[in-house]
């Protein structure tokens, strides 16, 4: 029946959707508390942060995008991490944890080779950065009509975002531009090497209509079922 077919289909999206805002709200809420105990127990957590080519500072590759210099600091990272989080797991689930995990892995270890000064990184700007380098370049490599869509909306909403890797624009702002031009390499090297895993381009085959709709829909129902399952 096409109106139960429309129904149920409703209902899987919207459950993969609300699936889809687990873990980032549930890893913005982590930041949140991290702070909020910061700031009341006054711990001084920064302390923990990434301290380029210093041993005391391997920590930070782990640590560093879960402090933040304040609340202003903190707030300013919650709507791009909510909302780049949401969309990596909504369309490219079966990827969306090693994507999130290796962004941060690789930034952070980059950070704390190449950056220079003494001064201490932390933030989740790196992470925000990679999360918008995948999805802007993967959408462009796969040439899929919704991740085209995806590319455009990140263009849209955080094309400012390129704007921070110019601290001389900033001089009065204490900005980790090393954090958002590793996390927009890491995000990118990312976008190409998992460019064959998860959702394609349609791939037409005039001699079987059939076959090419199935093609088409197979990573999306794919996804579905684990929905579903889970």
Do not use: C
């Not at 909510?82 to 999130?100: E, K, N």
């Not at 390499?185 to 190409?192: P, R």
């Amino acid at each position: 029946m096409p109106d139960q077919y429309g129904t149920d289909n409703l209902k899987t999206e919207q459950k993969r959707f609300f699936q889809s805002l687990i873990f980032p709200v549930a890893f913005v809420l982590l930041l949140w508390l991290i702070k909020a105990a910061d700031v009341i127990w006054d711990m001084d957590m920064n302390e923990y942060g990434l301290y380029p080519l210093k041993v005391k500072g391997l920590l930070g590759i782990i640590t560093s995008p879960l402090l933040h210099a304040g609340f202003s600091h903190l707030f300013a990272n919650t709507i791009p991490l909510l909302v780049l989080g949401s969309l990596l797991f909504y369309f490219y689930r079966p990827l969306a944890w090693q994507v999130f995990f290796l962004i941060w892995l690789m930034t952070g270890v980059w950070v704390w080779v190449f950056a220079r000064g003494s001064g201490v990184h932390i933030g989740a700007s790196g992470i925000i950065y990679g999360l918008a380098s995948f999805l802007f370049l993967s959408g462009i490599i796969r040439r899929e009509q919704r991740l085209m869509i995806i590319t455009l909306l990140v263009t849209f909403l955080y094309g400012s975002l390129l704007w921070g890797l110019f601290p001389q624009f900033f001089p009065k702002e204490h900005i980790s531009w090393e954090s958002h031009l590793m996390g927009l390499l890491s995000g990118a090297l990312l976008a190409i090497y998992y460019r064959k895993s998860g959702p394609q381009k349609k791939v037409y085959h005039w001699d079987d209509e059939d076959d090419s709709e199935q093609e088409e829909d197979a990573y999306w129902k794919s996804t579905s079922t684990l929905d579903e399952e889970t």
